[in-house]
């Protein structure tokens, strides 16, 4: 959920980590700070707020001598947002510094036994347990290298880290530990970054090797071990990040959020590019080779996931229901890690997630994995926790998604399960010309979208028409019933206003009566098999004098004279009209969040990445 950033070099340690932090603000805001250490001793500061009000408080970075140190951006977990509670923590006798992203679950009982031999606390954080702990070894044992203090310590531990230790006795070493808190090592020319995300060393080094659970990294500025809590050296291999810096960054929109949802088509293109093969109609994803088999003689495919990529799973149901025949069920990974979930022969899981690192998606993958079901993966994130303990894998190929309203990610997602679907159907009941069709369909995706995006400048008027409404009804049915959600779920998390999803269908069950003049309804209602039905919701809302923003085929002049506002979007193979249909309500969330003055990047309460349950 935090940011963290570690370098150890022959450069001025300070400017490296502020632009290194500033990458990673989207994963946790509320506070940073920083230590460095030099001949002078350790230097920290630390602000409440942005990483801009800790620069404030800088002044010139060069004031501050120091080759090796650490940074942090908080997202707070334990203990108000203070300064006293941001990052580093520190001993008792400033020796000791240490940033921390996760939860130390037995920080109280820590407490309590390290009180008891005179430690004193200065915040009410986790963390700063743990920086007690390390000194109190060091304390114990005189002269015990710090790497050692820090694995010792972390034997004591339960829980959640990824975290770098600054040692004022040992300035030319960085001691970095992993579990369960996504952690990575950017080797550069004598000199070295650690990071809880990739972004944050791009601008020094593509170079980097990724810590695993259980292990822990001695950094100096010529060279890196790695061993496992039982001190046995790790052998790690060296992998090349793909992203570069500039893709990143803004690129001349406003706001990441929307530089994303523009990038959809691309994303598509990505996400199919030599996967689909039109002419054969069918889909090679050879990251799950290794699973090829057990898939397709799959029963029944388990998909766990969360928040809008469990939406994404969601589209993904009635999809592979659909083409390949094999039942499916979505499950929100948060639920299904805690329900005591039945697994049968022949099951297969499936974890959807763009971070890849989302605590209870990985929970639930393992849980799988524990039951001996065959798993495989659709990430973003190359090289995050979930890529690695799937099986098998697809990687989504977006590219950086910054806003941490996740867009792009939901788009290509369902791409890929589209893909998915169509190889699973062709081994199946698919025939040849049908799985043609279904691909050349889904080629046209991507230009589409472009199409699509051309609504922007009216969905910008409607959001402005709709400023004062202070709830939204979003409605679907089938394949939109699951973007009806996500209309409801962006809506909500950017600006912050009541927002329901729900499926046309269930509206005369319950939420008809909230329908009146103040109570707008989004209808997702394109010209599809369940189109009639639709076109009755909407006159039963009408009759009841609810406002209605319709969503609808190009050409539809019948909803053109029904609904209040009515979004255009081509017409397209309804199996994949969620990829089209979601654009208009993602850009409504976000002129929406906008009109309303909100920070649409960062909206407030959430994080981009879900380490924590
Ligand atoms: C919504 C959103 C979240 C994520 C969820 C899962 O806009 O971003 O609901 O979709 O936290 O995250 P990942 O996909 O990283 O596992």
Redesign the pocket.
């Known amino acids: 959920m935090c940011g963290i950033v570690g370098y150890i070099g022959r450069r001025r340690a300070l400017p490296i980590l502020l632009g290194g932090i500033k990458n990673l603000e989207y994963r946790g805001y509320d506070s940073a700070g920083f230590a460095v250490v030099s001949r002078r001793g350790v230097e920290s500061r630390k602000a409440v707020g942005r990483v801009a009000r800790l620069e404030e408080k800088i002044g010139d970075p060069d004031r501050f001598p120091g080759t090796a140190g650490i940074i942090h951006s908080r997202w707070s977990t334990h203990g108000e947002v203070t300064e006293a509670n941001a990052h580093p923590h520190a001993d008792c006798r400033g020796r000791i510094w240490l940033a921390h992203n996760g939860i130390i679950e037995n920080y109280k009982e820590l407490k309590r036994a390290l009180a008891r031999t005179g430690h004193t606390f200065h915040s009410e954080t986790d963390t700063e347990a743990l920086a007690h702990l390390i000194e109190e070894f060091t304390i114990r044992t005189p002269g015990l290298a710090i790497e050692e203090a820090v694995r010792l310590a972390l034997l004591s531990v339960r829980g959640t880290y990824g975290l770098v230790v600054l040692d004022r006795e040992s300035p030319d070493k960085l001691v970095a530990a992993r579990n369960f808190s996504p952690l990575l090592i950017g080797i550069g020319r004598g000199e070295y970054l650690v990071a809880s995300d990739a972004s944050a060393v791009l601008k020094h080094t593509k170079n980097v090797i990724y810590l695993d659970d259980g292990e822990m990294a001695v950094l100096t500025p010529r060279e890196h071990t790695v061993w496992d809590l039982r001190r046995r050296p790790r052998e790690k291999p060296l992998h090349e990040i793909e992203w570069t810096l500039e893709q990143a960054q803004k690129g001349g929109y406003s706001h990441f959020m929307l530089k994303e949802i523009f990038e959809q088509p691309e994303a598509i293109e990505n996400a199919l590019r030599g996967r689909l093969v039109p002419k054969d109609g069918h889909a090679q994803l050879g990251g799950l080779e290794t699973v090829h088999e057990r898939l397709a003689g799959a029963e029944r495919l388990i998909i766990a ?7 994404a799973g969601r589209v993904g149901k009635y999809m592979l229901e659909a083409c390949a025949g094999i039942p499916v069920e979505v499950d929100v990974a948060s639920e299904f890690r805690y329900r005591a979930p039945v697994f049968r022969k022949g099951d297969v899981f499936l974890a ?7 605590a209870d ?1 990985l929970a639930a993958l393992r849980e799988a994995r524990e039951k001996g079901v065959p798993t495989f993966g659709i990430v ?2 190359v090289g995050s926790t ?1 890529a690695r303990e799937t099986d098998a894998g697809i990687y989504q190929h977006a590219g950086p998604e910054i806003g ?4 792009k ?2 788009t290509s ?1 369902v791409a890929i399960l589209a893909l998915l679907a169509l190889s699973l159907g062709r081994q199946r009941d698919l025939s040849l010309t049908q799985g043609q069709e279904f691909a050349r369909d889904l080629a046209r995706i991507p230009e589409l979208m472009r199409r699509t995006l051309g609504v922007d400048d009216e969905v910008r008027r409607i959001a402005a028409a709709c400023r004062d409404f202070k709830n939204f009804l979003f409605l679907g049915r089938k394949y939109n019933l699951p973007v009806a959600l996500e209309g409801a ?2 809506l909500k ?1 950017v600006s912050y206003v009541h927002a329901e999803g729900y499926g046309a269908g269930e509206m005369k069950h319950g939420p008809i009566a909230m329908i009146d003049e103040r109570f707008p309804s989004v209808c997702i209602a394109p010209r599809d098999s369940v189109y009639e039905k639709m076109v009755s919701n909407i006159e039963e809302i009408k009759a009841r004098r609810g406002p209605v923003i319709a969503i609808a085929t190009e050409g539809d002049q019948e909803m053109g004279a029904i609904a209040d506002h009515t979004i255009f979007i081509p017409k397209a193979a309804e199996i994949f009209v969620p990829l089209l249909s979601v654009i208009p309500l993602q850009l409504f969330a976000y002129y929406f969040g906008v009109e309303h003055g909100h920070d649409v990047d960062r909206p407030r309460n ?1 994080a ?3 380490t924590v349950e």
């Open positions: 996931a969360c928040g809008t990529a469990y939406l959807i997630s763009q971070s890849g690192e989302t998606t973003n994130v979930i941490v309203a996740s867009t990610a939901f997602q779920l962006k998390e959430l981009k990445s879900v």
